[in-house]
């Protein structure tokens, strides 16, 4: 997603309760005086929050005396960090040459159908997010997909949303 399509989404996105972003102090108070700790810091925000709207962002910024448009630019470089929502579970799914020959496009299909999100989404329950990614390293049960750390191999568009039933 561009930038520009980040920062919609993030004007859609609940404020966050100052108590809420109090929880980030203790990581500022443990990265302050810490040159160069930006990305742990930003590490272990994400991991508090999901993701890192914002309002994270400038408060870190000012906690780690960096400017916000710097701290934007490492969110918006590292594919780790993310500035939108993401869904309880994440579906990985395998666009990979042995999935792809398998069939993957149609589980895809199939999940994009079900769940009314195309690669990239989040459900608005915030249930799943769905990602596509290139190998998985599960060849030999190709198609596969993971969803969490699970992985799922021999996948068929009849049965893949048994599977994913399983995850609330
Ligand atoms: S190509 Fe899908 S797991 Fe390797």
Redesign the pocket.
């Known amino acids: 997603m561009s930038a520009v399509g980040q920062e919609r989404m993030i004007e859609v996105v609940d404020r966050i309760p100052e108590e809420e972003l109090a929880k980030l102090d203790p990581i500022i108070a443990k990265y302050a005086h810490r040159p160069g700790y930006l990305i742990p810091a930003l590490k272990e925000a994400q991991e508090i929050f999901g993701y890192l709207p914002q309002e994270v962002q400038t408060r870190i910024a000012h906690g780690l005396n960096v400017s916000p448009s710097y701290v934007y630019g490492v969110v918006s470089f590292y594919a780790f960090f993310t500035m939108v929502p993401r869904g309880r579970h994440t579906i990985r799914i395998?666009l990979?040459?042995?999935?792809y020959v398998k069939g993957a496009p149609e589980i895809l299909a199939k999940i994009e159908q079900e769940l009314c999100i195309g690669v990239g989404g989040t459900t608005p329950d915030r249930r799943f997010t769905l990602v596509e990614v290139r190998?998985?390293?599960?060849?030999g049960l190709?198609p596969?997909m993971m969803v969490g750390e699970d992985t799922h191999g021999n996948l068929e568009p009849g049965t893949v949303m048994d599977i994913l039933d399983q995850y609330k």
């Open positions: 395998c990979g040459t042995a999935c190998c998985l390293g599960a060849c190709a596969v």
